[in-house]
Each structure stands twice: as structure tokens, then as C-alpha cells.
């Protein structure tokens, strides 16, 4: 969906700063987040039939930056150590615009129009300065003609994941929600202090980490990165593809890697193999060629100790990742499965301090991202069913459609789950069919199942 028309800005921006003092320090950030993957802002967009009251979000905001102070202040190169990046928590503030676009309503982002179009950038607020200047969270508050208003915030991916990000965007729901909210504190304490991932004093990569190796070179390396560039030709176009709660109970049995009870994949693990094969399959490169998934996986519950001295706020994922060919993921769903059940396997403490040392022999490094498809989960993180005080939103996504294919959740069926990645336009119809693939009678089954609307109104 195209927004056409501009926003009007009848104000300029405010900052927000915290409504109480809060601690002055350079916060040190670990190799998971200060990583040049996660140097960008990542932009979300809620859609909410009612109006937010400005007032009552501004004080909320400023009550629980006194808890998420580092998100007030500002990201810096740090002198002491090789331009490694710190948040100077300063309190400078949260960038917060608001803004009036009119002729678009929140309906248009129902009915299944709501795919990603770059003109959704009028959604924020364009701050001219480079990623390390702008404030680590910047704000925009549309209003719309309808009644309904969208918020839309961007928040430095190298501060936060979308686990952290749940966390505070929930505290500042609930604290625009309470009657008092100088009252309102978070359920569970934020916890900033990231040097429970510092690396170990003498770095140890003991795995091989292909999401981060580079082809080596030779004919192979030249091979991969040819086929790699028409895996990914522009022109792009963003496919957007839900998967209901009955869908991914099909894809369920059809990905399960024995008829066995005891071998059973999970909803994700399904998802995953599917929606590789779909895009290995739609594109369609030669059966030989070496082909990667990288997903992002949690680990605030596999280091050792857990990160579970409150929520642990900044970045608490690695990438995994599985590896096969063309031919071979063409060929076998359970086997795709099982190849993405042995990636999560093996990521363990040893692996999680082997990525972060990793990171710091290698500073500056990218994940190596020829041939691969790229997946990162963010359903059951309680991003979705936020309640700011105008019920919770119709729609909520990311503001812009990418190479990496995100799973979103599905507002109103918490088993299903929305694909949505950006992949050549030549390839796109037929990648949502291969989607699509083996699913086309359970929405049949579906409508079966449901009871006649005439039905036990008779009398
Ligand atoms: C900064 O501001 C932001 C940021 C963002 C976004 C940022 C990012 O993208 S960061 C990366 C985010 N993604 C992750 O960190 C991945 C988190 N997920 C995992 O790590 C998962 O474990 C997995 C690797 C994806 C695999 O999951 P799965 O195979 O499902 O295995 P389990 O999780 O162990 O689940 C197995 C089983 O357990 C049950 N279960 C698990 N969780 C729940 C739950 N929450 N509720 C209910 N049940 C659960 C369930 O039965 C599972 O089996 P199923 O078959 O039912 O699936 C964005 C916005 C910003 O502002």
C-alpha cells in the first residue's frame, strides 16, 4: 500500500529525558551489539483505530527512561577502546515528533494490504544526522483522519533486541495506562550492565562459524558469489506471506523427520525448512550450489550463567547456522527440518563465547550472507499486543521490507505467523506459491470446520 499525500509537522520535534535523574556513565556495549550487523536503527510501526493522547505518552515515556535511561542518551566511538561503540547515557533525551497525515486511515492496514512500500518512510521522522548521533530512540506519533493514530518508533539495533524492546515499549504501555505514572514501574527490572558477554581475556574460536566466513577464495568462493548475485538481482519486491495457526499444524506433520511421536518439530523449525525450500525452489539455482540459512536465535537462557538477573535489555541473540544445496533442500522437507533442529542444537554457551570472541578478533566483521537466506523470529516476544490506552493495534510490522525474512506475529492468532521478505521481482509470484505449497486444502478443511452460521439460531 502507497501513502500518498505528506506529513504535516505542525511543531518540530521535542526531546523527552528522563523525569528523574538518572546514572551519568559510558555503558559499555558487547560484541553482540556493537556488531556492524546491528549498526542501523530498526523502524516498527503500531496502527490503532483510537487516538493517543500526547500528553499522557510524553510523561510516560519520560517516567520510564528514568528505568531505560541508556535509550535518552547517545551513542559514541569510544577513545579507550579502538572506537568500539558505548552509550554516553546522558540524558540528552528521546527524539519525539508528531505529525498529521491525512486521506490515510488505520483500515488500510487491514485487509491484508499492509505489506511494506517504501513511502511508509513518512512514518518518521527524518533525522538528517548519521546512525551514531541520532538519538538511540527516535519517536513519530501520526495522526490520521480517521480518528486512528500510528506509532512508529526506531530504536538502535545495536542497544536493544526485540526481547529488550518488548520490555520497555510494555513498561511505557503500562505506565501511560496508570492512573499515576510516576507510580508505574516495569513488571521485572531492566538490566543494562551487558558484561556478562564480555569476550574471555585470551579469545578462543573453537567452531567454524559460517555465518560469518567469507568464501575463501578459488573457483568454488567465485561460483557461490556469482549465483549469489542473482539470488538477490534487483529489482527487489517485498512478499508478504501469513501462515495460520492450521497452516503450520500441516507443515508440522509434513516437516516432521519421522512419523515417530518422540521426533516432532516445532512450529518455527517447520516454518523455517518451508520457507527456505520455498525460496530456494521459487529461485531456482543449480542443484550443486552450497546454499545457507542463518537465523537469529536467543540465548538469555543458554549462556551459563543465564542472563536472568532481570531482563537482560541489550542484544541476546547469535546467528545460526545450517547448510546444505539446491538440490538437496529441493528434495526433502523432513530433511530440511532436521538440518535447522541440529543448528539450534548445537548452540550452547561454548558457541555463544565462541561467536563474541569471534567478534572481537574480527571487529568490523559482516555475516557472510552469499546464498543465504536469512531468517529472524519475532513471534512470542510480546512485541505485538501493546495497549498504549487506544486498545491494542490492527497492525503492527516493520516499516520497510528486507533480504532477511522476518516472521511476524499474526495479530489475533498467536500459533500463526506472517513471512515477510523482499525477493527479485521475477521470482516473487512464485515463491508465495511454493508457500503456498501443500496448504491449499487446509484453509478448505478449515471452513469445513467452522459451524454454519444458520446453525442453533432456528428456534
Ligand atoms: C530494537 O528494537 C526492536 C527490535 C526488533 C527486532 C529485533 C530482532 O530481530 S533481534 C532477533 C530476535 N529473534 C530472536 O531473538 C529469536 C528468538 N527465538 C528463539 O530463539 C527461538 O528459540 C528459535 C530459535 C526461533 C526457535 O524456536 P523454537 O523452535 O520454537 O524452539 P523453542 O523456542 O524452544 O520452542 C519450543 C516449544 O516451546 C513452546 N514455546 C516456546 N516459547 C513459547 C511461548 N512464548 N509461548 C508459548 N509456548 C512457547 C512451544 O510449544 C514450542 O513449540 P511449538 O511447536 O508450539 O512452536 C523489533 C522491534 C524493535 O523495536
Known sequence: MEIVGECIYNNPPVLVTPSKPTPKLALYLSNLDDQRLLHFPIQYIYVFTGTLDMDTLKVALSRVLVDYYPLAGRLRASNEHDGKLIIDCNSEGVLFAEGFLPGLTAGDFILGHAKPHKSWKKLLYKDEQSFVCTPPLVVQVTHLSCGGTILCTAIAHCVSDAFGAAHFLRAWARAAMSEDSELAHPAVAPCHDRRALAPRCTPRIAFAHPEYTAASGGDDASAVAEASSRLFAPPLSPVSVTFTAAHVARLKKLYAPSA???????????????VWRAWVRALDPPASLPIKLLFTMGIRRLVKPELSGGCYCGNGFVLACAEST??????????????????????????????????????????????????????????????????????????????????????????????????????????????????????????????????????
Do not use: W
Open 260 to 274: 515417530s511421536p518422540l521426533e516432532q518439530c516445532t512450529s518455527f523449525e517447520a516454518l523455517a525448512a518451508h
Open 326 to 459: 539446491a538440490g538437496q533442500l529441493a528434495a526433502s522437507a523432513p530433511d530440511a527440518a532436521r538440518l535447522v533442529q541440529e543448528t539450534k542444537q548445537r548452540v550452547d554457551d561454548d558457541y555463544v563465547r565462541s561467536v563474541i570472541d569471534l567478534l572481537e578478533v574480527r571487529r568490523g566483521c559482516l555475516p557472510d550472507l552469499a546464498a543465504t537466506f536469512t531468517i529472524s523470529s519475532l513471534t512470542r516476544q510480546g512485541l505485538e499486543d501493546i495497549d498504549f490506552g487506544a486498545g491494542t493495534p490492527v497492525h503492527f510490522g516493520p516499516l520497510t521490507s528486507e533480504v532477511y525474512c522476518l516472521f511476524l506475529p499474526v495479530i489475533g492468532d498467536p500459533r500463526g505467523a506472517t513471512a515477510l521478505v523482499s525477493v527479485p521481482q521475477a521470482a516473487a509470484d512464485s515463491f508465495e506459491r511454493c508457500c503456498h505449497d501443500g496448504l491449499d486444502d487446509v484453509d478448505v478443511e478449515d471452513k469445513n470446520q467452522l459451524p454454519n452460521i444458520g446453525d442453533g439460531m432456528a428456534s
